[in-house]
């Protein structure tokens, strides 16, 4: 798409300045939106591309700067304002009221509210033509609490045209879909593209940014740091600017394994609910050495976690911790073993959303010492154990008595990781460890679990991403309907062998082929 | 057999309507309030201040209509303080709800004391009169039940319709749903989370009014200390056994109520002489739980209920 130097400016930002507490989260941030062009805003977690978007539709104040929307200054803090002038808002955390049709949500606050009855017959017509022209099929009358994460998308954006926007910003669309939805996705910004939309559209994924936008803007801290046009730009250039220094992959030296600290053998659970259970699973998992487990999401994985972590006990098969028997196997015995976790998800079980980050940082231990002396805390250990950790493991975050919530998902992670490292856990149990982070991050959390294991730890990863698992892991496993395959060495299948166990073939029922 | 005999008589069911009705305009009345998001534990208080309102403006010399319009502005003014406090300033909803309870409670007494000093006996008024319905009036059992009653039992009925047709049928009940869902859905759409939550809450109050006032004009005819005695707790339940529609939760009413009327005629027969009297008092409580128990197990609780809504917060 040409980004056309004589089309007219739809949206200008002047010097918008935005800051919470000691943090600046936009710094005299000025640039223009041309009609008809995507605009690609790229950054790390945390750079505040997201406070960005919210003050130019109106969910913050900026505390200095002006918004200028199809020539008219936007009054400041005022979405109805935004919405009227044409600007149309997706946003990451979705704002659909789940007791609502689909149809109710989007005609939400399009009607005067004083209006007896509604003019649904219309709306629902106008709805179905949208979805049509823009290729965004959804049911009308479906409850949104009962749609796909990508169906609840296509409203978000169904919303907005029905509005007649005529600026779309997407917020991390694609962080929660899968890559058949992002395709979707991208086929209907083209067509509002040629329909004349002009779009800002945040990522932190370099391939997507590529692949959609035709001008780059980078933000860093905050700051604009850079502006190119797509056509003249790559990944390599566009990730340095975004981190503002080289990135260098992971490299993974030979392995040197020790004893097994973790044995599992013909291990059976229970199945919850639709998860999968473990089917008669054994796996040793050994010092110095990061065992990848790949497969399809939902085999079993979970249930894998949950069992390492204490959270459920086998039904059959025996565990191993260290040569013994684990009995009485509870999170806190998990725990007490020298096992460190790295919850699948940061929010409703790595953390404590409304604690603060020191809470949140002595949430596995707070009840020992140094934290804790004869029942009583000792605050002053706590805060300088997380300040410990907030500087060595780079948390950006206002401080340890911060709420971790207001925390970008990167930083959460990074809490985390220092909480789980920093007690030297003998086994790490790494679960999807970087899934949602930006490239800056998830070098860093990689890096961290390969020093684990050159430190001695047994690391388990457990991973959707098989890139990741062929980068990281001395051995793979792949499970696949709580059954595991044996153990690969590094190198020695292609990804292309994995995908077939990943689908199911060459295991033999009731066990593992030897 | 004496239930029978009890079920069967017009004037049971002609008085678990009447002490059905001043529960089902409170219960509208929260039931607005909570799904816009907002627990207003003020209902006990506000109930009183209702009462007392109402009655104290008929004695005075208003009539009737305007006594009822009385109490549903005095309710009103509560939940305005309760609206600003809960809403713009997100202060807890039970301390809030609470406070105005105590509040309203007490200066509603202290204004009693202060306009009757010598009184003993609280004066009755001229209340609010039966006001059958030629032709279905005369239907057995249905007619004295339904269409022998007064004026005001006939506007909760009507009222309960009104905030349904409201809720499910206009573009304000639609924001009104959505934003005790989800407030960000609101504010994304360009609405006043804050306007629609303190509308809510100033409107449910002037309705749980009402409902107090129904005591002093179409029931009692006086004012007493107490006579709320836990209605508006009662309704509180109501609106959770009606899983927040207005439907069901009228039905709910009708239901307590019944059980109301019938533990009284109940203390009057041959059993009642050899139970004592407060197993019988306490069968509608007993039996509402039970039935909460029951039903509130599906229902779909509005999911930012007593979640203050701060702009700009993630």
């Not at chain 2, 319709?161 to 859905?185: D, I, K, M, W």
């Amino acid at each position: 798409m040409p980004s056309g130097g004589e089309a007219r400016a739809v949206l200008r930002l002047r010097n918008i300045t935005k800051r919470f507490g000691p943090l600046t989260a936009n710094d005299a941030i000025t640039f223009d939106l041309r009609e008809g062009e995507v605009i690609a805003l790229l950054g790390e977690n945390g750079a505040g591309k997201t406070t960005l978007m919210n003050i130019l539709f109106g969910h913050y104040m900026a505390d200095a700067g002006e918004i200028e929307a199809f020539g008219h200054i936007l009054p400041p803090g005022n979405p109805r304002a935004a919405l009227e002038a044409g600007v149309g808002m997706v946003h990451q955390h979705f704002t659909l009221a789940d007791n609502l049709s689909v149809l109710e949500n989007i005609i939400l606050g399009t009607e005067p509210l004083w209006r007896l009855g509604s003019g649904r017959a219309a709306a629902r017509a106008r709805i179905e033509q949208l979805s049509r022209d823009f290729g965004l099929a959804v049911h009308s009358d479906a409850k949104a609490g009962t749609l796909s994460v990508g169906e609840r998308q296509r409203v978000e954006i169904l919303k907005a045209l029905y509005r007649d926007a005529r600026v779309l910003i997407l917020d991390e669309p694609t962080a929660v879909l899968t890559p058949q939805e992002t395709d979707d996705l991208f086929a209907t910004l083209r067509k509002a593209v040629a329909r004349g939309l002009s779009i800002i559209f945040i990522s932190h994924k370099m391939h997507e940014v590529l692949a959609i936008s035709s001008r780059v803007l980078v933000l860093r801290h905050g700051r604009l740091v850079g502006e190119v046009a797509t056509a003249e730009t790559d990944r390599h250039q566009l990730a340095h600017m975004m981190v503002g220094s080289e990135i260098r992959a992971p490299e993974v030296g030979g392995a040197a394994p020790g004893r097994v600290l973790l044995r599992l053998r013909d291990v059976s659970t229970v199945p919850v609910g639709n998860a999968v259970g473990l089917r008669s699973l054994s796996l040793d998992l050994r010092a110095g050495q990061i065992t990848g487990l790949a497969g399809v999401s939902g085999n079993g994985q979970t249930a894998l976690a949950d069992l390492i972590a204490g959270e459920i006990v086998p039904a059959a098969g025996a565990m191993e911790i260290g040569g013994r028997e684990a009995k009485g196997w509870t999170p806190k015995a998990a725990l007490e073993a020298g096992i460190g976790r790295i919850p699948e998800d940061r929010h409703r079980t790595g953390t404590v959303a409304d604690f603060s980050l020191a809470e949140n940082a002595v949430l596995e231990a707070y009840e020992k010492a140094p934290f804790s002396r004869r029942g009583w805390f000792d605050w002053q250990a706590v805060d300088r154990h997380t300040r410990s950790i907030i500087e060595r493991y780079d948390v950006r975050c206002p401080g340890p008595d911060a709420r971790i919530r207001l925390l970008s998902g990167g930083n959460m992670q990074k809490l985390i990781l220092g909480r789980v490292l920093e007690a030297e856990p003998a086994i790490i149990l790494a679960v999807q460890p970087v899934r949602g982070l930006d490239i800056g991050a998830v070098t860093y959390v990689q890096n961290r679990l390969i020093e684990a294991r050159e430190a001695g730890a047994a690391v388990l990863l457990i991973s959707e991403d098989l890139d990741e698992i062929l980068t990281l892991a001395d051995v793979i496993h792949v499970i696949s309907e709580g059954r595991l395959s044996p153990a690969f060495a590094r190198g020695s299948k292609s990804p292309a062998e994995l995908g077939v166990w990943m689908a199911g073939q060459g295991f033999e029922e009731g066990g593992h082929a030897a | 057999m004496e239930i029978l005999d009890i079920l069967l008589s017009a004037s049971f069911w002609a008085a678990a309507v009447r002490i059905a009705s001043p529960l089902i305009f409170a219960t509208l009345g929260e039931l607005i309030c909570e799904r816009a998001g907002v627990l207003n534990l003020g209902i006990e208080g506000i109930m009183v201040v209702g009462a007392f309102a109402g009655w104290m403006a008929v004695y005075s010399g208003a009539d009737l209509w305007t006594g009822v319009a009385v109490a549903m502005g005095a309710g009103m003014l509560f939940g305005l303080l309760h609206a600003i406090l809960s809403v713009p300033f997100g202060l807890s909803q039970h301390v809030v709800g609470l406070g105005i309870t105590l509040l309203a409670t007490a200066s509603t007494y202290f204004a009693y004391r202060v306009s009757l000093p010598e009184v003993t006996n609280p004066p009755r008024i001229e209340a609010f009169k039966e006001l059958p319905i030629p032709i279905v009036s005369d239907i057995p059992i249905v007619g004295p039940a339904l269409f022998a009653q007064t004026p005001l039992t006939y506007l909760a009925f009507v009222a309960a319709a009104v905030v349904a047709f409201v809720l499910y049928r206009t573009p304000l009940g639609l924001a009104l749903r959505a934003v005790g869902e989800n407030p960000h859905s609101v504010e994304a759409q360009g609405l006043s989370v804050t306007g629609l939550r303190m509308g809510a809450v100033i409107v449910g109050s002037g309705l749980m009014a009402v409902g107090g006032a129904f005591l002093t004009m179409s029931a009692f005819n006086s004012f007493f200390f107490e006579m709320v005695n836990g209605r508006g707790w009662i309704c509180i339940a109501l609106v959770v056994f009606g899983a927040w529609k207005p439907g069901k939760a009228v039905l709910g009413a009708l239901l307590f109520a019944a059980f109301d009327a019938l533990q009284i005629r109940l203390q009057q027969t041959s059993l009642g002489a050899d139970i004592p009297y407060q197993i019988f008092l306490m069968m509608p409580y007993l039996l509402s739980i039970l039935a909460l128990v029951v039903m509130s197990r599906r229902a779909e609780v509005p999911a930012a209920l007593m979640v203050p809504f701060n702009r700009g917060e993630r």
